[in-house]
């Protein structure tokens, strides 16, 4: 992060932290709740962008997706889940093998720690099946509470709060909260929004924070929730070059901009 990242960062907090002191936490959720229905209505077709079959295969995506881009996983998952298919052939897998399949997604090596110790796991506690419980997915190596909100609310349907780098950085620039941990960013979310929408706001703000609302300098200019935003203004202001900067986004680009 750059040291005009960082100022920028610093600059929205403090605009919206002082927009928060007068907003009372009735005015907060409705607002919170209004912009989550601009959102709705901006990006439709939010979803979870790793492609998928089962429970599993979304399990093992979402642990190669740490530090690598959605496309780059949607590459690697079809060799990979082809040639593992259940949680027996992880547990049993071959780790110089398992490791050139996804060495790619970096972090190769943890991540095969991770994929071989999961499968283990589901083979060895849960009859090979992913549990449907939060604390019973916390239990398995490797998996946060990240990974485990995204399995529940997109393969199981039970919502919840995936709390990513850019789920954070957009409720904290959109003034529903000023923490910087996932666990207490998630908590906030969760009491401002109804519990039916705490899955789809998730792929909301993300796609919002993939397409518009980057990291390094955000889109103000055209961003069409700038006027519930306590932060417009710290990115481009100009619309022409700001709609240039949405319009150069890379579908299933992750990494931020």
């Not at 996983?73 to 040639?83: C, G, S, W, Y």
Request: glycine fraction near 8%.
């Amino acid at each position: 992060m750059t040291s005009d990242t960082r100022t920028g960062e610093r600059t929205a907090l403090r605009t919206a932290t002082k927009a928060a002191r007068v907003e009372t936490p009735i005015a907060l959720t409705r607002r919170a709740r209004r912009i989550n229905r601009e959102l709705a209505e901006l990006y439709p077709d939010a979803r979870c962008e790793l492609v998928y079959r089962t429970p599993l295969e979304l399990l093992v995506a979402t642990v190669l997706s740490a530090k690598c881009t959605d496309q780059r996983v949607n590459l690697v998952t079809p060799e990979l889940f082809a040639t593992y298919p259940d949680a027996r052939a992880y547990a049993e897998a071959d780790r110089a093998e398992l490791e050139n399949i996804i060495r790619s997604t970096g972090f190769f090596r943890a991540k095969a720690d991770a994929l071989l110790g999961i499968g283990a796991a589901l083979f060895e506690r849960f009859d090979s099946e992913v549990p449907r419980r939060l604390e019973h997915l916390l239990t398995l190596p490797g998996v946060g509470r990240k990974t485990a909100n995204v399995v529940l609310g997109n393969a199981f349907g039970i919502p919840g709060i995936t709390v990513d780098t850019h789920v954070g950085r957009l409720a904290r620039r959109l003034g529903w909260t000023q923490e910087d941990d996932p666990v207490r960013v998630e908590s906030a979310l969760a009491a401002l929004l109804e519990r039916k929408e705490w899955t789809p706001v998730s792929h909301r703000l993300i796609f919002h924070g993939r397409r518009a609302c980057f990291a390094r300098r955000p889109a103000c200019g055209a961003c069409q929730i700038r006027q519930s935003c306590p932060s417009n203004g710290i990115g481009e202001q100009d619309p022409e070059i700001a709609q240039g900067m949405i319009d150069r986004v890379v579908p299933g680009d992750v990494s931020g901009r």
